[in-house]
């Protein structure tokens, strides 16, 4: 039986009006969404004062979506929580009730489609973008932000669908891989007494085959931190203990000779609730990474003391490098690399200048004929310095150089990308230093231990430069510039905690001291 009658769906929501006085009157009362107040005006305003998280039957699908992401804000590794939390959900709880009656002139609707709107903003702006940019580079990280604008951000999600949150992540990768191992530190729980562990008197170390009442503690630390599988409560070292030992020293960047001594204890002292934080100020900063790096790139990251070279988003090969000491650090930030520099003259800044070489000639004037070194003018020219009493001078009144060789301070080959803080990439005749496990040894310049492996990767689609052809320029002892065709994208970071591309988690120490002064930051001052 054919039947023509019509099914008519009454509408049961009408578009609120969210007018400039009830905007204004909102944040009165709400006064901690004041930071973000131009952002809701222009909101509206570019929606002709319309409403946005409802539809004609009720709260839009993003809605829920987005009460969902505050459920779970803890887990973005952010202390603070969100504000006036407690009251959107006791909102949420009414509207969403089946019963309830919408009205275009109700208060409580209108308050709460406020609420979902300024809500955003700050989510926005503290998970997604973190601090802002004159904060981070107070503190040193001058990596170039990019950030898009939040109302833009909120207008294009309300007109996606269920996956328009996630778009917004932080797209650096490591941020989900950090914030699984900080949801896993969260289940240890935190009655657990982390009491500080140290080696028996006269004792240098621990290792396999040994017998001590510390061990059945250190067997517990290694199976709460994922190293040991299965833990029994006895004193012996054995051979689980000792590859269990061996993961957590190379997790921690330590030497895995498999052998318990002071450097091991004193990673394995550092609590849970140490960790956890570490894990929670990296995630900052995986915020503050530009949301496009391009596919092909270059990354060291100081901490790890390695440079992780990337193509088509892939990590292709590793290389390990030396930076800067704590008094010379290696800056953060990012640029082009675009020259390779064979048998390169090495020209000294001037705190080298002042602080080393001058004094050296005051006690050899022969320093620089040692040295390989020259003085020049500013066209380059040699000047002849043989008869110059150094004695007479506080701050070095001439130009030098080191001429190209195997003792030159830069090695055999260096990399450019043209900065402000004069930072590149070179060659070492001191290879001795890549042996050790924490390399900061530098004057603020990164040293490579496999520079010839970067340069042939980098020309490897040149023709001209064949792997003869750069043996040749190589070792030749004249300056030579290779310009690059594209250049590509280099980051200098600093992260702490990461997860490598094994899946395990990676802790470093804080060896500039950006962790203690981004804590101080992110946990102790109410900063946008």
């Known amino acids: 039986m054919h039947d023509d009658s019509v099914i008519i769906i009454k509408k049961v929501f009408y578009p609120l009006n969210i007018d400039s006085d009830k905007i204004t009157g909102f944040l009165n009362a709400h006064p901690l969404f004041s930071f973000h107040a131009e952002e809701i005006k222009t909101f509206y305003n570019n929606r002709n004062s319309k409403s946005a998280w409802f539809n004609e039957y009720g709260i839009v699908e993003q809605g ?46 209108t308050q709460f489609e406020l609420l979902l709107t300024a809500e955003f903003f700050i989510y926005a702006q503290k998970v997604w973008f973190g601090l802002n940019e004159k904060t981070t580079k107070e503190l040193d990280w001058y990596i170039t932000r990019k950030t898009i604008p939040s109302v833009s951000m909120l207008d294009s999600i309300l007109a996606g669908g269920k996956n328009s949150f996630t778009a917004y992540d932080p797209l650096y990768p490591q941020y989900p891989l950090l914030k699984k191992y900080l949801k896993k530190y969260k289940e240890i729980p935190d009655s657990i007494l982390w009491n500080k562990l140290m080696l028996s008197e006269g004792i240098k170390f621990y290792k396999d085959g040994d017998s001590a009442f510390i061990i059945s503690e250190i067997k517990y630390r290694l199976n709460i931190f994922g190293d040991l599988a299965e833990n029994d409560s006895t004193n012996l070292f ?197 042996k050790e496990s924490q390399r900061n040894f530098s004057h603020g310049c990164i040293r490579l231990e496999e520079p010839k492996k970067l340069a ?50 990676n802790f470093r120490k804080d060896i500039y001291g950006h962790d203690a002064k981004l804590e101080k930051t992110l946990f102790s001052e109410d900063v946008l």
């Open 64 to 109: 829920g979506l987005f009460i969902n992401l505050l459920d779970h804000f803890d887990e973005e590794g952010l202390k603070d929580s969100v504000v006036y939390y407690s009251k959107l959900k006791k909102q949420f709880t009414i509207i969403s009730d089946p019963n309830y009656s919408y009205s275009g002139a109700d208060s409580l609707t």
């Open 238 to 434: 054995d051979g689980n203990v000792t590859v269990a030992v061996k993961k957590f020293q190379s997790r921690h960047g330590l030497k895995p000779d498999g052998s318990v001594g002071e450097k091991f204890l004193a990673e394995i002292n550092v609590s849970p609730s140490q960790r956890k934080q570490q894990l929670e100020l990296n995630m900052e900063r995986c915020r503050w990474i530009p949301r496009e790096t391009g596919e092909n790139y270059i990354l060291v990251n100081i901490p790890a003391y390695k440079m992780y070279i990337f193509e088509k988003d892939t990590l292709n090969f590793t290389i390990n490098v030396v930076v800067g000491k704590s008094t010379t650090s290696t800056t953060i930030f990012n640029d082009e690399l675009e020259y390779v520099v064979f048998s390169p003259y090495w020209v000294p800044p001037p705190s080298i200048l002042n602080n080393e070489i001058l004094p050296s000639l005051k006690k050899n004037k022969n320093y620089l004929e040692k040295e390989n070194m020259e003085a020049f003018d500013s066209n380059g020219k040699t000047i002849n310095v043989s008869n110059v009493d150094w004695s007479n001078y506080t701050k070095m009144p001439y130009r030098i150089r080191q001429k190209p060789g195997g003792n030159n301070s830069l090695g055999w080959v260096k990399f450019l990308f043209p900065n402000e803080h004069n930072i590149y990439f070179h060659d070492t005749p001191s290879r001795y230093l890549f």
């Open 456 to 505: 042939e990767y980098l020309l490897r689609y040149d023709t001209i430069y064949t792997q003869q052809k750069i043996d040749s320029l190589y070792y030749l002892g004249k300056e030579t510039y290779v310009k690059l065709k594209e250049k590509i994208p280099v980051f200098i970071v600093y992260f702490t905690a990461w997860v490598d591309e094994t899946g395990e988690i």
